[in-house]
């Protein structure tokens, strides 16, 4: 089945110590996005690709990176993780029309998230 | 002012009860609408796209009011599965980029 994946599923990291965490998909969507979602909040887009260009949103702290070296994959860094920084991340996908499944062209389809600790 | 603002509930109904929600949105170029559903420490899914005339799937029904600018979504029925935090999602000026409210929760119980 044509997926989003996330890993890894749990990550534990210390104060300040980098971490990257990684989004692959088997959908074959031009557009990848990252988002922060914190306990009963909406989630948050801290920045997407559509296809190559690399789109941030002008509220995410440069503490956030991304990089996606092909189609398929798509990584978050966060250089220097703070307390505040513990949430799940969610990768996300969407296409244009006509692809199978004959998918909207603006539904996201969501990867099952990383949940962050930093401790 | 949100771009999406819901009602977070808690929606307490018992099974076979009707529940109905809303939320209103602030962009008035808004061109996409769509329900998603997420389970506690889960990802969100897609529920239903939202189109101008109304839409119904299964036991779920939403609409659209662009004058008002505010989405509705009904769940006739209720089964003790459709607990979840319903998300109201629109998509900005920019379509393939959407925004998303803090959801609704429902609770269905037996």
């Known amino acids: 089945d044509a997926m989003v994946i996330q890993n890894p599923r749990y990550q534990v990291t210390q104060f300040g110590k980098p971490v990257t965490l990684s989004c692959s998909q088997t959908l074959n969507h031009n557009v990848m996005y990252w988002y922060q979602q914190k306990s009963s909040q909406a989630p948050k887009l801290l920045f997407h690709y559509y296809d190559k260009d690399f789109n941030n949103e002008a509220d995410t702290p440069d503490n956030f990176q991304s990089r996606r070296p092909n189609t398929s994959f798509c990584f978050l860094d966060i250089r220097s993780p703070g307390l505040g920084d513990a949430a799940m991340y969610l990768c996300?996908?969407?296409?244009?029309?006509?692809?199978?499944?004959?998918?909207?062209?603006?539904?996201?389809?969501f990867g099952p998230g990383t949940r962050l600790t930093v401790t | 002012r949100k771009e999406v603002e819901q009602d977070p509930g808690p929606f307490n109904v018992p099974e076979g009860a009707t529940v109905a929600f809303n939320c209103t949105y602030s962009?008035?170029?808004?061109?996409?609408f769509f329900w998603y559903r997420q389970d506690c420490r889960k990802e969100p899914k897609l529920l239903m796209s939202?189109?101008?005339s109304g839409n119904e799937d299964g036991r779920f029904t939403a609409q659209l009011n662009r004058a008002s600018q505010y989405i509705s979504l009904l769940i006739r029925d209720s089964k003790l599965s459709d607990s979840a935090t319903y998300l109201c999602v629109v998509s900005r000026s920019n379509d393939y980029k959407l925004s998303f409210g803090a959801g609704t929760t429902v609770t269905v119980r037996a």
């Open positions: 939202v189109y101008s």
């Open positions: 962009n008035s170029a808004s061109q996409s």
């Open positions: 996300a996908t969407s296409g244009p029309p006509g692809l199978a499944g004959g998918h909207h062209k603006y539904e996201q389809y």
